[in-house]
């Protein structure tokens, strides 16, 4: 009996390499290559025009749901953030993760499980802003641009991040409509072993602030939504009564 239940597990497992290597085989694109300079310079500005980045550098707060698993409220004018998720409440001090507070079930932690409750938020902040904001972030340092075309003529424009996050050397290749404004982008990135990944960049809302932020992604047939997208100029502007940042400024 024990000998079957080995062969079973040991047929699922290859049926399920097999099936992998079949995907990546399939599906798997390369990397491509673009054209550097002053038009993919222009096509990201473009882009960033398109969600108004001015009006993001002037947005004080932001505040939004990560598919039900995360809970962000970001004061970017204090450089500070407040992660939330099943019973943990982190409260991060981006400019000096060290100096961060962290609750679980109310109670504040300390030590090494502080400091892995920390790391775990920042590393959910990374990613789950990168989905929010990401348009805006096409000039940071350290970003290589470059202009791809496309099989119908279009140009879309390669965003390359050699430092940053917690994932530098991911790519990502915008497709945008006529206004500059992004509708996808494929995705090579560390996380994900098949490359050219495409996710939507769907539902765009127009901020009290003037800022376009996104509501909605699909990544093939999983959905990823962004609810409770707010932005303002003050924690009082989103619904937020009590300063959740005076902790780390007693």
């Given amino acids: 009996m024990l000998k079957k239940i080995l062969k079973f597990f040991g047929f699922l497992l290859l049926l399920l390499v097999l099936l992998f290597v079949g995907a990546y085989l399939f599906m798997n694109e390369s990397l491509p290559k673009g054209e550097t300079g002053l038009k993919a310079d222009q096509l990201a500005q473009k882009m960033m025009g398109a969600v108004n980045n001015q009006a993001w550098k002037n947005t004080n707060v932001v505040q939004w749901n990560f598919a039900d698993r995360h809970q962000f409220v970001w004061d970017k004018k204090r450089d500070c953030v407040q992660v939330t998720w099943g019973n943990t409440n982190a409260i991060l001090n981006i400019h000096k993760l060290t100096d961060s507070v962290v609750y679980v079930d109310g109670k504040e932690q300390e030590g090494q499980a502080k400091s892995d409750l920390i790391n775990k938020a920042w590393g959910y902040f990374c990613n789950d802003s990168f989905w929010l904001i990401a348009p805006t972030k096409a000039m ?29 050397g991911d790519s990502y290749l915008w497709k945008l409509d006529e206004n500059g404004l992004p509708t996808s982008y494929k995705m090579w990135v560390s996380i994900i072993p098949i490359g050219g990944v495409e996710a ?9 602030t003037g800022v376009m932020l996104p509501t909605q992604h699909a990544l093939g047939p999983m959905s990823i939504p962004m609810k409770d997208v707010k932005a303002g100029n003050s924690l009082a502007d989103i619904g937020i009564k009590e300063d959740v940042f005076s902790v780390l400024f007693k």
């Fill in 140 to 168: 940071d340092e350290g970003v290589t641009r470059s202009v791809v075309k496309q099989e119908d003529g279009s140009d879309a424009l390669l965003v390359s991040y050699g430092s940053g996050g917690v994932t530098p």
């Fill in 200 to 208: 939507t960049w769907d539902g765009w809302q127009k901020m009290p």
